[in-house]
Structures are given as C-alpha cells and as structure tokens.
C-alpha cells in the first residue's frame, strides 16, 4: 500500500523568503501526486498535480512542485511568500489501483512579518 | 468555477443517533468520495462510489456508514449509530473522470455528544 511522508509539522517562514514543503511517497510505480492547501475551518484546495511527463508542474497561486523519481520526493516550492500562504498543506498521492488518495499528515506553514 | 457543496458545515449529534452529511458533487462529475479527517490527524479515505454502487471503502468504513446517490444531484454518507469516535470533520468530493483531482467540498464538521 502506498504512503505519504511529510516529515515537517510546523514550517515558520518570513514574508518574502523562500519555502520549501517536503514530501516523499511510497509506493512501487509512478503514483499520481497532487499538494493541496487548507486554511482554517476552510476544505482542501487542490494547489497542483502530477500525472506523467514534465518533472516540474506549475500550480496555483505561484506554487511549484518537482517529482523526483529517483528520491520519491514530491516537494513544494514558492520563490517568496505571502502573509495569506499561512495554512496547512497536504501532499497525497494515488496509485496502485486505488480509487482513494492517500494524504500526509500535513505541514502546518505559519507566516512571519 | 463549480464547486462541491456540503450541508450542514456544522452537525451536533447525541452518540447513538444516526446523522447524514449532504453533499451536491460537481454536476458533471461521476465518481464520487468521503473522507474524514479527525481533529489534528491527516484525511483519511473512507468510501468511493461510481455507478451507482461503491467501488471502494477504507477499513474505517464498517457496517454503521453506509453512502447513496438517491437522485442525480446529491450524495450521502449516512452513519447508523454514532459514536463519540466518530467526531470528526467529513469531506466529500467528486472528479469527472479518474486519472483527474478530485475536488472537494469545504467538510462538515460532527460533533458527536
């Protein structure tokens, strides 16, 4: 079975610096993989996804996101934060015949002035 | 841009009733999901359904949980006797065909008593 790996809880960035979410998968071929972002009492957004070709996939919002197979690592990536990109990400990945995704447990990015 | 709906946001039930959390999945879209994601834990997958039948579920969907498309709009969860460990919040969500995200509503939150 497949599994998700978000090996940070808590990220604290200042506005305006880079960010970098990890995730690393489990699971034996190419998974579907996908990041989504949920504010508080809010549902989840879908940010970007990947299926197949290109490593590097362009989301939503400025986020980037590179598949490397040989890491089995997913991880996100924005150039410069915003105070509004404080919220709690979640990589999830499908695969294997299942129907259902697979979530992290989820970093939780908090925002400093 | 469509969007998943789901009522109440909010259920507050006495342990031992039985609830159903409402969904309207995209209009288009023909498979359809629950997950749940328990206060400060990941999401977990429960159930998905296509075709009118369920075409997976999730250990955590056991004989009290049970789903239904009743007419072509909405999509049910419905838990049979609830328990205080079935506090959680619950999303649905839906995608047109597989090998595409799936989208999700913004949860209801339950609150068993």
């Known amino acids: 079975a497949q599994s998700v790996t978000q090996p940070d809880i808590h990220i604290t960035v200042s506005e305006g610096a880079s960010l970098e979410l990890r995730c690393n998968y489990s699971?034996?071929?190419?998974?579907?993989l996908f990041w989504y972002v949920q504010s508080p009492g809010q549902g989840l957004q879908l940010l970007l996804k990947?299926?197949?070709?290109?490593?590097l996939v362009q989301g939503i919002k400025g986020f980037e996101a590179e598949f490397k197979r040989s890491q089995s690592s997913f991880n996100l990536r924005k150039p410069s934060v915003h105070w509004s990109d404080a919220a709690e990400y979640f990589c999830?990945?499908?695969?294997?015949?299942?129907?259902?995704?697979?979530f992290g447990k989820g970093t939780h990015l908090i925002i400093q002035p | 841009e469509p969007e998943v709906t789901q009522t109440p946001s909010h259920q507050v039930t006495q342990m031992g009733q039985e609830v159903i959390l409402r969904c309207v999945p995209i209009?288009?879209?023909?498979?359809f999901y629950w997950y749940r994601q328990i206060l400060g834990q990941k999401v977990e997958f429960l159930v998905s359904?296509?075709?009118?039948?369920?075409?997976?579920k999730s250990e955590i969907f056991d004989d009290q949980f049970s789903v239904e498309r009743p007419d072509g709009s909405n999509f049910t969860l419905k838990i049979r006797s609830t328990k205080l460990e079935d506090s959680a919040m619950y999303f649905c969500?839906?995608?047109?065909?597989?090998?595409?995200?799936?989208?999700f509503g913004d949860g209801t939150r339950l609150s068993i008593l």
């Open positions: 990947y299926f197949s070709g290109d490593t």
């Open positions: 359904f296509y075709n009118n039948e369920i075409s997976e």
């Open positions: 209009s288009n879209h023909l498979y």
């Open positions: 969500a839906s995608r047109m065909l597989q090998a595409r995200p799936q989208h």
């Open positions: 699971y034996g071929a190419t998974p579907y």
């Open positions: 999830a990945v499908e695969g294997g015949g299942a129907d259902g995704l697979t």
